[in-house]
């Protein structure tokens, strides 16, 4: 094999290895959609970065991985964290702290144990985009 075939090999592996990761990270990441607990939703427009705080109400954990904020009881805005969230699903609760009158994407939440008859603080979790959904009727 010549030198300049050899290095082509040597790209296309490369370039092979990289796409592989690239469609291995979208597997690993669900769409809004997507989870593996709840009621099934319906996507009503494109993901934002940041949610006012005084337009939800109310929140539901639905997996490591996923929190509705609900305006209403059948709309509001799906987010799905970049990772799964350790402890997020023990209590189905959490804590946040703004400085903002908004929630972004750049925030972290910290889910809450109990623990000695109080409610704990744990690990920080990053929160991903805010996806507008209504939730489909059974």
């Known amino acids: 094999m ?8 040597i790209v296309a592996a490369i370039c092979a290895a990289t796409l592989a990761g690239c469609s291995y990270n979208q597997r690993e990441r669900p769409a809004a959609h997507e989870t593996t607990r709840g009621p099934a939703v319906r996507v009503t427009g494109p993901a934002v970065s940041c949610i006012p705080i005084s337009r939800f109400n109310e929140t539901r954990v639905r997996d490591a991985r996923t929190i509705d904020f609900l ?17 997020l699903m023990t209590q189905q609760a959490f804590s946040y702290a703004t400085s903002l009158s908004q ?3 750049t925030d972290v939440i910290h889910p809450l144990v109990t623990s000695g008859g109080q409610l704990d603080r744990t690990t920080a979790c990053g929160l991903g985009e805010f996806t507008p959904i209504e939730i489909e009727r059974k």
């Open 103 to 105: 929630l972004c994407s």
């Open 2 to 9: 010549s030198r300049s075939a050899t290095r082509l090999a």
């Open 71 to 87: 305006t209403t009881s059948r709309r509001g805005w799906r987010n799905v964290l970049p990772d799964a969230c350790p402890n």
